[in-house]
């Protein structure tokens, strides 16, 4: 099983980047999956997930109406299209799946497997 999270990279306030997480050794679909990050000195966070089946998403309070998560069966991939970027953003952002709940939810320690994380920087 792995997750391999690309995407990120140094980006001015305001840019967009869209974050993408691709999965190996299984299929995304048979599992809650999540976006988290991670800024330096602060724990890490949930951002964002879906679950499993139906798809239905959530997102922290802080990201809600910038960023937008997505799953593309087909291709076994994660997405996370953010708009609007902050420098409170900046963090490393993680992929992550959920091997034993459907129904998804914001709490990093729910969360079997995780990729390595891609860093983004928002900076002018």
């Known amino acids: 099983v792995q997750l391999q999270a690309s995407g990120g990279g140094l980006v001015q306030p305001g840019g967009s980047l869209r974050l993408s997480c691709a999965a190996s050794g299984f299929t995304l679909d048979d599992y809650a999956i999540g976006w988290f990050r991670q800024a330096p000195g602060k724990e890490r966070e949930g951002v964002s997930c879906?679950?499993?089946?139906?798809?239905?998403?959530y997102y922290a309070d802080s990201v809600k109406g910038r960023f937008t998560i997505s799953r593309d069966n087909a291709k076994n991939t994660l997405y996370l299209q953010i708009y609007s970027l902050k420098p409170e953003d900046t963090a490393v952002y993680y992929c992550a799946a959920d091997t034993l709940y459907s129904v998804c939810t914001l709490a990093a320690a729910l969360y079997d497997y995780w990729g390595q994380g891609t860093q983004v920087t928002v900076s002018s």
């Open positions: 879906i679950s499993r089946g139906d798809g239905s998403t």
